[in-house]
């Protein structure tokens, strides 16, 4: 799937784009034995959450001043249950939220300040934007365009470090023709 922004700035003033700013995220729906829990969604990160160490490099957009953005992104995402030792694939689905960080003014040129704490750092604007996902050529089953469905205990590791196992794959092969049985859209 190609995802493809333009940033444009509609302010009278330069704001400063982190080169590290840019999240996409998918949902899911829980499937839970909570009834409280059963059918929210979880948000999954589909790019971006890997900037664990955030390197403060910014680049400025003047005003009126648009830059474009282009990521080819995975038709799928990985889940991880550690207690069950599952790894498996659902499916990228639904709606993405798009945010992307933005400073109103140079973060590295502090405004200068008489005393200065060490735990003072800038923090950027987030601007968010969700949008429905297109179903691809061929189209979606009948109502099957909405979130992929995500069990209790699964989870996403960023960055996704740990060694693809083939066993825990297997695992969630299995799992997924199951759940499919159960609810045909959930994966």
């Excluded at 061929?138 to 960023?158: K, T």
């Excluded at 693809?164 to 023709?177: A, L, S, Y």
Aim: one cysteine or more; hydrophobic letters at 35%; glycine letters at 8%.
């Amino acid at each position: 799937m190609d995802v493809s922004l333009d940033l444009v700035n509609r302010s009278a003033k330069p704001v400063f784009l982190p080169t590290m700013g840019l999240y996409i995220d998918v949902p899911a729906k829980l499937l839970s034995s909570v009834p409280e829990k059963n059918g929210s969604e979880k948000w999954l990160n589909l790019y971006g959450a890997s900037d664990i160490v955030p390197i403060l490099s910014v680049k400025p957009l003047a005003p009126g001043a648009a830059t474009h953005d282009g990521h080819c992104m995975r038709s799928t995402i990985d889940v991880v249950d550690f207690g069950s030792q599952i790894w498996r694939d659902v499916p990228v689905r639904g709606r993405l939220r798009v945010s992307v960080q933005y400073y109103p003014s140079d973060p590295n040129q502090p405004p200068p300040r008489s005393k200065y704490l060490a735990t003072e750092h800038t923090v950027p604007l987030v601007a968010t934007l969700v949008l429905s996902i297109p179903c691809p050529y061929g189209g979606c089953a009948v109502g099957c365009d909405g979130p992929p469905a995500i069990e209790e205990g699964e989870g996403q590791i960023v960055p996704d470090i740990s060694p693809h196992n083939r066993e825990w794959i297997e695992r969630g092969n299995e799992r997924n023709i199951e759940l499919r049985k159960l609810y045909p859209c959930s994966v």
